[in-house]
């Protein structure tokens, strides 16, 4: 049987912890929220730092496609960072596509990390064209992506796959490429 005094403790008790709780979970939301910004960020900055070659953009087009292929790891996050910026005097469009099949013609590609198991058939569904493959998947760059992203220590890191960017026609900027890891 339960008194008003256990009840109003058990309560208080719950609401302890509750309340020791929730900075943690406010932290890991805003560290979670700033992780999104920084990949953002830095495919924005990736993008900058890369050169096309001329047949990469149709004459009429006046857009830059930055594709995301998989679930969305931004959450809006990157519409919102590339809202009104430019790549090569090119507004930036945000395209999203759920699977390889979906794949249109985005300049950047990123390849979320739900596709892990289908990064050889999104390559493949790519291969004759210009695109420069970013991915948050496990060894990405032996498997072909141009640029992985991924997470250590708490921080963005990079490795970049320079033949395979290069065998597209792209050139990374050497800002880019001392700021990263090379692959091979």
């Known amino acids: 049987m339960f008194t008003t005094s256990s ?7 719950g609401l302890a912890v509750a309340l020791l709780l929730f900075p943690v979970s406010v932290s890991l939301r805003a560290q979670v929220a700033r992780d999104k910004a920084i990949r953002a960020v830095l ?6 730092l890369t050169e096309w070659p001329t047949n990469a953009f149709d004459p009429d087009q006046e857009s830059f496609v930055l594709g995301v292929v998989g679930e969305d790891p931004f959450g809006g996050i990157l519409e919102a960072t590339v809202d009104k910026e430019t790549v090569r005097g090119r507004k930036i469009v945000v395209e999203h596509y759920r699977t390889a099949a979906e794949i249109q013609n985005p300049h950047l590609l990123f390849i979320s990390p739900s596709e892990s198991r289908s990064l050889g058939l999104i390559l493949r569904r790519i291969e004759e064209r210009p695109i420069l493959t970013v991915a948050d998947v496990e060894r990405a760059e032996q498997r072909g992506v141009m640029v992985h ?3 250590d220590d708490n921080r963005a890191k990079m490795i970049i796959n320079q033949p395979a960017a290069a065998s597209k026609g792209l050139v990374i900027s050497p800002r880019l490429l001392a700021v990263a890891q090379k692959y091979p």
């Open 43 to 48: 495919l924005f900055h990736i993008a900058q």
């Open 7 to 13: 009840i109003l403790r058990r309560i208080g008790s």
């Open 149 to 151: 992203l991924y997470w």
